[in-house]
Every structure is written in C-alpha cells, then in structure tokens.
C-alpha cells in the first residue's frame, strides 16, 4: 500500500515535473548560456546549436538536444547521437529549415527517407521532433512542406512539431501558432516546438529593446501557458540578441525571469485568415560579420574537425528566410 505522504510526494514531484521550464537556449557559443543563464537556475530546460554535439559544457538543469540538421549532418551523426543520449539527452531535433532553399533545402520525402534512417530508431530513448519549418505560407513551404513530410513519414514516430517563426506582432507569433498547433492535431501530434522566434527586425540584432522586450513578455506567458506548446527558443543565446557585450541585457532578463508555466489556457484553434507575402531576405551584411568573426575566435581556441563542419552548419544559419505576414489584428 502507498503511503499518504508517499502519495504526496509523487505529486509533488509531478507538479514539479510540469512547472519545468520550456524555454530553451539556441547558441553557438556554449558559454554563453552559461552566461544566461547564471544566477537563474531552471528558467532555461534545454538548448540546441544546429548541430549534433555539444561544443562545451552546459549548465546544470539545461539539457542538450541534438540535431541533425540535414543532408550534409550524416557522417558523424551516429556516434554523436549516442553521445549527447548518453549524456542525457531526451529530445533529438530534424533538419533545419528543409523548407527554404537557402537553409536544409530538402523534398518532403528525401527528408522522411533521411528521417527514418537516421532518427526513428532512437524512438524507443527519446522523444522525436519533426524537421524544423518556417512560418512560410507560400505553397510547399512551411506547414505546407509539413504536411507532406507527415504523408511520408507515418511510421516515423514523430512526437512533436517543430516550429520557426519571424514576423512583426506578438499577434502574429500567436495566430501562426495556432495554425501550427492544429496542423500537429491532425496528425495526432500533441505538442508544438517553437524552435526559434523572433521579431523580423531583430534578425541580425535587438533594434529597440522596449519593443523586444514587450513582445518577448507576452510571447514568453503565451507559450509558457499554452498546453500544447513543448518548448521554445528565442533566437538566439547571442551578443546583440539575449546578451549585449557578453552580458545579459534587458531582453535576456525577461527570458529568464522566473517563469510560471501553469497551464491554465486551453486554446482552441481557430483559423485566421491571412493575407501573407513570403519574401527571402538575405542575410544583412552585419549578421554574417559578426557569426564569422564568433567563429574566428572559436576556431583559434580549438581546432578539431568537429568544429569545422560546425562552422560549416553556423554559416548556413546565418542566411535567414523572413516571412512578412499580415495578419488581422486581435487588439
Ligand atoms: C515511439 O515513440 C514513443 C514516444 O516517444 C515511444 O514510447 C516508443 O517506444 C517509440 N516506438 C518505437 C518503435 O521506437
Ligand atoms: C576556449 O574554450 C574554452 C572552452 O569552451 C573556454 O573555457 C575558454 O575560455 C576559451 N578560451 C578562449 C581564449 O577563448
């Protein structure tokens, strides 16, 4: 028999369990996570790097998942798989943005062909995310692309969605949102990945910090309070992004306040009628100087192969697709 404060333990532990953190830590520079999220233990759960190894030391209570980012990912991808398991890991990522051209550029069924050689089989230790897509609208991109993933790729044991999103409102993140969260519904998929998110124009860097912050303030309670939503990753754990000059700033601060992620709303989804324009913007000059000299320094320190086809991933990062939606305003 179970005893009553045995009872209460366990749920205890599994309030615990849920009050956990979603919020998730993209970089490319281990140590600036650490930097994040010193002082703040257990507001950031989890990180990635596009790539499938570590690159440093994550804080205690940040758990690392790996990604296979896409075609170019398959050598090495097995053993460092493994590795971040073993250390671990729960939760392994697909391929980054095979939707757009310019980033893993990959057809819906090479992708769920790479997909069930390379992931499914590690269904059995971790939990399986879907190829990440952008909030693209324009036909065989974004949910679209998705779509056609999941129409091939039935039998590959994805658990949950995963989701990139740049626009102009909070308004906007939460309809796309909603849109994404139906879709994972009508292939019994449970949860939503926000895997990055940011205000299209604070791709290269925070323009104006009070307009960063409000929008990272309500995105932050929405996705904390959204059931359905498993985790997100503001873009990114970077100087000009969460830190300025290596230190958090103002921005950084709201996305590792203490969070509360109760779930008390149950969102329905709803559709919202979009009028949307995709348009591909190449990254601005800035970005790519300042990834490039980030991974100059980091070159210098170590000088492994593994950080060479880093590099190569970070490079790829760099060049963003940006959707420009307009979307009816809900005050
Ligand atoms: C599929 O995923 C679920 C949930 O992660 C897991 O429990 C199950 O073992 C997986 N199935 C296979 C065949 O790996
Ligand atoms: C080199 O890398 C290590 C581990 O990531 C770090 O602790 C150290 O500060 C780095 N040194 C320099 C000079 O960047």
Known sequence: MVSFTKLLTMGLIAALTEASSKRGAAYNEASLVKTLTSGKSGAVSWSYNWADSVDGDMPTGVKYVPMMWGTSSVSGWTSAVKTALSKGSTHILGFNEPDMSSQADMSASSAASLYKE???PYGDR??????????????????????SFMDDCSSCNVSALAVHWYGGSFADLESFMKKAISTAGDYDIDEVWLTEFALDADINGIVDMATSKTFLEKSVAWLDSHPKVGG????????????????????????????SSSSTSSAKSTTTKKAASTKTKEAASTKT???????TTDAKNTTTTAKVTKTVTSTKKV????????????A
């Open 118 to 120: 390379y992931i499914t």
């Open 126 to 147: 971790a939990t399986l995310i879907s190829p990440a897509v952008t909030s693209s609208t324009t036909s065989g991109q974004g949910l679209d692309w998705f779509k």
């Open 232 to 259: 997100y990753a503001y873009f990114y754990t970077a100087n000009n992004h969460l830190l300025t000059s290596g230190s958090v700033n103002a921005v950084g601060d709201v996305y590792v306040a203490a969070s």
């Open 289 to 295: 100087k300042t990834a490039e000299s980030t991974k």
């Open 319 to 330: 060049t963003k697709t940006v959707t420009a939606k307009k979307a009816a305003k809900t």
